[in-house]
């Protein structure tokens, strides 16, 4: 028995599998200007792929807010009673002066666009079995785990995602991680620490945040990268371990942890990578996914500079311009809920 979840309503044909909400973007009296994340990033993707003429509010997805029942089908009891403590999310989103704040507010303009970034992720996981491709344009919180959080990642995304899959969608035991944010994904690895149904792939910037020996142990297909790699040397690796994976593993959905944090000049990520080499990544793994017929769900993760909004942008624009999204779709899995949803 399934506990009742908004999330998996049934979207019309009529929408792009690209999800999102105005609640994405953090706004609050100048707080969010203290951690380097651009917080109104998400809105930003939005707007230029609006003025690229590529969607309207009428054909993209409108996220919903994942509630506590779907939290719990990963997160503890114990974990979420925690963050009612501003103590405990300022430190989990490293802006200190939350502290001072009255948790309500916390919970209302910090946790709220979390949590309904979550929600986008976890429904962008069933149009991307029900399509063959969907982008969730927030989420990738992958530093937090069941029972933890850190590096502004205060809910477990995709961990949810795959957890909702493998009970709810028919057919859907493996997936396939390939998360190539700057940083070592540490939530996810913890939380699929024993699991065999799910192969992690994840290249990153081994010397910064999170450090996390014991999480990489999970790791599948391990690809630590030096300070200042570049775009030749990068998309080999990324070419060569991306195709390596779903060699090894032929997975039921890819999630694809596609964070611009490797942007050079990042202040967090230690990589020198060019917007078109951002592109071009994104562009082989949605090549390797198309190849093999397995359906894949993006999410944006970190970025820490004012122009990943537009990088971002550009990639989806491209990844239409090169066929590799779009209205076809894979007919594999012919699972219908039975709900009506309006964009």
């Avoid at 953090?26 to 707080?31: E, K, R, S, V």
């Avoid at 069933?126 to 063959?132: N, Q």
């Avoid at 971002?312 to 894979?330: D, E, K």
């Amino acid at each position: 028995i399934f506990h009742h979840t908004e999330l998996y309503i049934s979207i019309p044909r009529t929408c792009l599998p690209i999800v999102y909400h105005p609640d994405y973007n953090i706004t609050f009296m100048g707080l969010e200007k203290l951690h380097p994340f651009d917080s109104g990033k998400w809105g930003k993707v939005i707007c230029y792929l609006k003025e690229e003429q590529f969607i309207h509010d009428g054909n993209i997805v409108g996220a919903l807010e994942a509630t506590e029942e779907d939290l719990l089908v990963v997160h503890t009891k114990h974990y979420l009673n925690r963050l009612k403590w501003s103590l405990v999310v300022a430190t989990i989103t490293e802006i200190p002066p939350l502290l001072f704040l009255p948790n309500f507010l916390v919970q209302r303009k910090v946790l709220k666009p979390l949590r309904t970034q979550t929600g986008g992720t976890i429904m962008a996981g069933k149009l991307a079995i029900d399509r063959g491709w969907a982008i969730n344009v927030g989420g990738g919180f992958h530093h937090c785990s069941s029972d933890r959080g850190g590096g502004f990642c205060a809910y477990a995304d995709i961990t949810l995602a795959i957890k909702f899959l493998f009970e709810r969608v028919q057919g859907i035991s493996k997936a396939t991680i390939i998360d190539l944010d700057a940083h070592q994904g540490n939530g996810h690895e913890r939380d699929f620490m024993d699991d065999r149904r799910v192969f992690i792939m994840d290249m990153y910037n081994p010397y910064i945040y999170p450090r996390d020996e014991y999480a990489k142990r999970a790791i599948k297909r391990k690809v630590e990268l030096e300070w200042g790699t570049e775009d030749f040397e990068y998309l080999q690796k990324v070419h060569l371990h991306s195709e390596g994976a779903l060699n090894e593993v032929q997975p039921d959905i890819i999630v694809y942890n596609a964070g611009t944090d490797i942007l050079d000049g990042d202040p967090l990520g230690g990589l020198s990578i060019s917007p078109q080499g951002i592109v071009k990544r994104d562009e082989i793994v949605f090549r390797a996914a198309r190849r093999r017929g397995i359906p894949i769900l993006m999410i944006t993760s970190g970025g820490y500079q004012k122009k990943t909004a537009r990088i971002i942008a550009n990639s989806i624009l491209n990844l239409f311009q090169q066929h590799l999204i779009g209205v076809f779709t894979f007919s594999h899995f012919p699972y219908v809920c039975g709900c009506v949803f309006m964009c």
